[in-house]
């Protein structure tokens, strides 16, 4: 194993090595993450569902969604507790908004996905994730346990990326000097592992050239180091005799067809 | 003559092949196994450090970013409490007059569980109400904590965060003492609470500019517990003041959770390492040198009809050199015959004819010499080859694993054709009928393996599963997704039982159960690594992202297949046939087998798709865990196979011990899903999963090799092979059942219920099972008890 065998094994072992302290890394931070994204989402849903069960407290006592008068009040001191909070919604079963934080004038609508997102959450809760904000929705029902309409939640998840990429790169920059560190410290490690190994398989390329030469193989007395040098000695000698027997073979026919 | 002038010969070289010297061979075998064992210890020594270190890191990473976010959670409670409080105040009612607060309080604390007390004091620090563990905290923190200045402007008109300036107990060597959880210090403090600043041991302060905001408020560590202060004001006046207290020992835990995710996320990475690390050596150095070692072997023997495959580096440079050594030997043998030819024509008096043929025998009576088809050249492979390759498929198809059932819920519509089909049937419809499909496959596919070669198989396999993968991805309807999903199930099948053959193409009979165990293993790596990364995948980058990664991982598994699993010149034909119904008819005329397949080896499949595939995503959805942690739940249950199926074999030799482990390993599977009637949450099912885990690789890996000795007839009769594998059919049709009943007995019980009534009949089947086999035993049916288990039947 010369020193391109040993570079190429040693390159491809810390390669792997490598990408295994990164995926490690990238792995840790995706758990990382989702970890703070749950409890943003807990945290926010403190809020979210004391506001709901204050409307369903009211939907309950037989009042439409529509004549809920102090709702647009809640939702407004609501989003003044939070900046994060970007816009709090009620809207009706047709997804026509009743109430906003954020004072939308018009019949307006909420936007189609939400729908589709609710509908196909098996959950009480749905989120949708649109650019930096997050839409933390439910159903609201009545005293008969029927879905009268929505309430979304909507805030911003810039922290929590800011954050994340705080981490992230912190985390990034470790994996990666880590990774650096590994490669080199590795590499020294098995140069030095592969280095005897090596020199065995140059001694032993020295050993077994010559009997492929056209040349009378000269088989100095070698002592092997171990079992490989040992095989291989083995080898040589036997070979070599063997083709010391076909070159005397050879001359005994020369002789003869001088002879004849 | 040249190599180019050769025409060559492959042609497998085995030990039977030549008469090698078994010390030296011996002797190398050693050295050459310590040599790569170091490298390999080395390699992964080098790897955990590495990667330890940076899950260490990101652990403190984590920790610093998590125990604010609890703080913050406690603010929002705190301001949320008393904004409902404010409402009252506003009505005129006086916060001592409050009915029902601690109600109110309680289901506060309910819906947040990272909450320990909340505790309302006036402005004396009198406590008023109070409710959850930890309160004596807050009321060692009831100091007159008055606002020496103008109290900030007023949230929601009348709460506000506690001013930041209030006073701050010194920090003296009694605190000291109490922080670090000292009781004689602690209980002191809380007798003297009143007169003396309880003892702040860290203040955390949330920062955010702007005011007003509940970012400013101020969290300080005492004896335990992170208190969050607010003030309550009726009007201009403080009224009152809001204590919300976080458990240090909560953050902790959260702590602890993240710590076990960032130990498995390690053991993942570690499991992917070693398998690449694995398939380097085997590819970088112990083929060529194993093909060395045998081209060495028979010079030694006077066999030079041998020659090796071109490599690369010294391999390749040695490897040279002993092919010129070959083609000198022939060569030479070569001039002599024709020497001798010519020295015959010109012998007409017969004077040197006897000297010739002494001549030439001796060149030739020793030597094994290149044929007329030309040299040989030497082939050997690694079970590494298919081991790898397998690895990679079992990742990708479990990585789906986590996430499908939540999948097939996002594209589930009943069918026009079949309006009342129900979520529980659609989600069970796919997993039963992938795993039909990937029965009746393996019989086929054994017999194509035969007919186009393993390798083939693998890589047809590969790439068709990849198709059903990618084609899954894209499914806009349940019909769709059942379709595509389905052809994934055809590849599956083709790649094990292609897989399974190349093990027995290139094992011996006593190297069988090793390799059996090779093949085993990559799909239990497989099994812990796929559900593990597909959950984080499907968290992060969808369903349809997941599914294509998941099918390039195949498409890689197919490249590697078809780079490396290199086959045998001709490779084995193991004498397969389809199955038929009078084969099924014997075997199950045995009522021990039959005891077998129906009490043990079918239910066992029942459960691992019923509840392991099919209910457990589900359960820990409704439980609100996303897919990641789902992934790494189901992990579980590959780690514990990893454990115990290397040892199992060992530990249960004789036919009696394995009827008895077989058993109470069923009634292990049983009792694990009994196990959460106790503990219907994430913690219970991780406990449960487990369990099963245990009991799942105690009984498959026993099983087999029941088959033979319950069955001695029947199986000399079929054959070992045909026996098994109608054996394995049947047991598969348990796979098939699984999901469909499960979905049968969701759209009549609750979750936890259906888990009561699949364990208490697991259990009862593990009982049943070892009951008929006893009565059996006593009637004197079957073959003799104590009898050796032949493992090697499990191939």
């Known amino acids: 194993m010369t020193s391109s065998n040993s570079a190429r094994i040693t390159i491809a072992i810390v390669s792997i090595m490598a990408a295994t302290v990164l995926l490690t890394a990238y792995l840790n931070f995706a758990k990382f993450e989702t970890a703070l994204g749950r409890l943003e989402q807990n945290r926010y849903g403190v809020l979210f569902f004391d506001l709901r069960d204050t409307i369903e407290r009211s939907l309950k006592l037989g009042a439409s969604l529509n004549a809920l008068s102090s709702t647009q009040d809640a939702l407004e001191r609501l989003k003044d507790l939070e900046d994060k909070i970007q816009d709090i919604t009620v809207f009706d079963d047709s997804g026509v908004i009743v109430f906003s934080s954020t004072l939308v004038s018009g019949k307006q609508k909420v936007p189609a996905n939400w729908a589709s997102v609710a509908k196909a959450t098996s959950g009480p809760v749905w989120y949708v994730e649109e650019g930096s904000t997050v839409v933390m929705g439910t159903s609201l029902k009545n005293a008969f346990d029927k879905p009268v309409g929505g309430l979304a939640l909507q805030y911003s998840k810039r922290d929590r990326v800011v954050a994340a990429n705080q981490v992230f790169f912190r985390l990034g920059t470790y994996a990666v000097a880590i990774t650096l560190v590994l490669s080199i410290i590795a590499s020294i490690i098995f140069m030095l592992y592969l280095r005897g190994i090596s020199r065995s398989f140059t001694r032993i390329s020295e050993w077994v050239r010559p009997l492929g030469n056209k040349s009378s193989p000269d088989l100095g007395a070698e002592s092997p180091t171990n079992a490989i040098e040992e095989a291989v000695l083995h080898y040589r000698s036997k070979t070599g005799e063997t083709i010391k027997e076909l070159e005397s073979n050879a001359v005994v026919l020369n002789e003869m067809e001088v002879k004849a | ?795």
Not at chain 2, 109 to 124: C, E, F, G, Q, W
Request: net charge positive; charged share 15%; hydrophobic share 50%.
């Open chain 2, 1 to 795: 003559m040249t190599a180019q002038s050769m025409e060559m010969e492959t042609v497998t070289i085995t030990k039977s092949d030549l008469h090698v010297d078994e010390a030296m061979e011996d002797k190398l075998r050693i050295f050459w196994k310590k040599f790569v064992i170091r490298l390999f210890l080395i390699t992964i020594a080098l790897t955990i450090i590495a990667v330890g270190t940076v899950s260490y890191f990101a652990l403190n990473q984590f920790q610093k970013k998590m125990t604010p976010e609890f703080q913050k959670q406690a603010a929002v409670v705190g301001q949320t409490v008393a904004s409902q409080l404010g409402r009252a105040f506003v009505a005129g009612i006086p916060l001592k007059d409050f009915y029902g607060m601690e109600d109110y309080l309680d289901g506060f604390l309910k819906a947040n569980p990272a909450i320990s007390y909340i505790v309302i004091t006036d402005i004396k620090g009198k406590k008023l109400f109070g409710r959850g563990n930890g309160q004596a905290t807050a009321e060692g923190l009831l100091v007159p904590l008055l606002p020496k200045k103008k109290a900030p402007a007023p949230m929601l008109s009348n709460i506000a965060p506690s001013p930041t300036e209030a006073p701050v107990a010194p920090t003296t060597a009694v605190e000291s003492t109490i922080a670090v959880g000292d009781p004689a210090a602690s209980a002191q403090a809380q007798v003297q609470p009143q007169v003396q600043p309880a003892p702040v041991v860290q203040n955390i302060v949330i920062p955010k500019p702007g005011a007003d905001k509940p970012d400013e408020i101020t969290s300080t560590l005492v004896s335990g517990f992170y208190d969050t202060p607010l003030w309550l004001r009726q009007g201009n006046e403080i009224v009152a003041r809001l204590h919300v207290g976080v458990d240090e020992k909560t953050i902790a835990q959260q702590n602890y959770e993240l710590m076990f995710d960032v130990v498995i996320v390690t053991l993942v990475a570690l499991l992917v390492a070693f398998e690449f690390i694995l398939f380097t050596i085997a590819f970088a150095i112990m083929l060529p040198t194993g093909m060395m070692f045998k081209m060495l072997a028979a010079g030694r023997d006077g066999d030079y009809s041998w020659i090796l495959p071109p490599a690369s580096g010294e391999f390749g440079r040695i490897s040279g050199q002993l092919n010129n050594i070959t083609r000198r030997v022939n060569q030479k043998v070569q001039e002599i015959r024709e020497d001798a030819g010519e020295l015959a024509s010109l012998d007409i008096q017969g004077q040197i004819s006897d000297k010739l043929r002494v001549v030439v025998q001796n060149a030739q009576s020793k030597l094994t010499l290149i044929g007329k088809t030309g040299p040989k050249q030497i082939w050997d492979t690694s079970l590494i080859f298919s081991r790898t390759p397998l690895f990679l498929f079992v990742f990708a198809q479990e990585m789906c694993r986590p996430f499908f059932p939540n999948y097939v819920s996002s594209v589930f519509k009943a069918p026009d054709w079949y309006p009342s089909l129900t979520l529980q049937t659609a989600i069970s419809l796919p997993l039963s009928l992938a795993m039909l499909i990937a029965a009746l496959m393996t019989p086929v596919s054994g017999i194509m393996s035969d007919r186009f070669g393993r390798r083939m198989i693998f890589v047809f396999g590969a790439l068709i599963s990849a198709t059903g993968l990618v084609l899954s991805g894209t499914a806009t309807d349940f019909m769709q997704l059942i379709s595509w999903w389905c052809l994934s199930a055809v590849g599956y099948g083709m790649v094990f039982i292609a897989c399974q053959s190349y093990v027995l193409d290139n094992t011996t009979a006593a190297g069988r159960a090793q390799g059996m165990a090779i093949y085993l293993g990559a799909i239990i790596a497989g099994d812990i690594c796929g559900p593990a990364i597909g959950g984080v995948l499907a968290d992060r980058i969808g369903f349809a992202g997941s599914f294509y990664f998941a099918a390039s991982m195949t498409f890689a598994a197919a490249y590697l297949a078809f780079r490396y699993m290199v086959e045998a010149p001709a490779h084995s034909k193991l004498d397969r046939k389809l199955p038929q119904m009078k084969d099924f008819v014997l075997l199950l005329r045995n009522r021990k087998l039959l005891s077998l397949l129906m009490f043990a080896s079918m239910p066992g499949k029942i459960l691992l798709t019923g509840f392991l595939f099919y209910l457990t995503p589900l359960f820990l959805a409704s439980l609100g865990n996303g897919d990641a942690i789902i992934g790494r739940v189901l992990m579980c249950f590959g780690l514990a196979a990893l454990f115990v199926t290397p040892v199992v074999g060992s530990m249960f030799k004789t036919q009696r011990s394995s009827i008895l482990a077989v058993g109470t390993a069923v009634m292990i599977q049983g009792a694990a899903l009994l196990f959460l009637i106790v503990r219907p949450d994430t913690i219970g099912m991780v406990i449960s999963i487990t369990i099963f885990g245990i009991g799942q690789a105690i009984a498959t890996s026993l099983q087999p090799g029941l088959v033979p000795t319950l069955a001695p007839a029947e199986t000399q009769r079929l054959g070992n092979a045909a026996a098994l594998g109608v054996y394995r059919l049947i047991e598969r049709m348990g796979t098939v059942i699984g999901p469909l009943l499960v979905a049968l007995l969701l759209a009549n019980f609750s979750q936890v219920n259906t888990f009561a009534i699949l364990g208490a009949v697991m259990a009862g089947c593990g009982a049943m099972f070892m009951t008929t086999l006893a009565v059996e035993r006593n009637r004197g049916g079957g073959s003799k008890g104590g009898d050796a288990v032949r493992q090697g039947s499990a191939s």
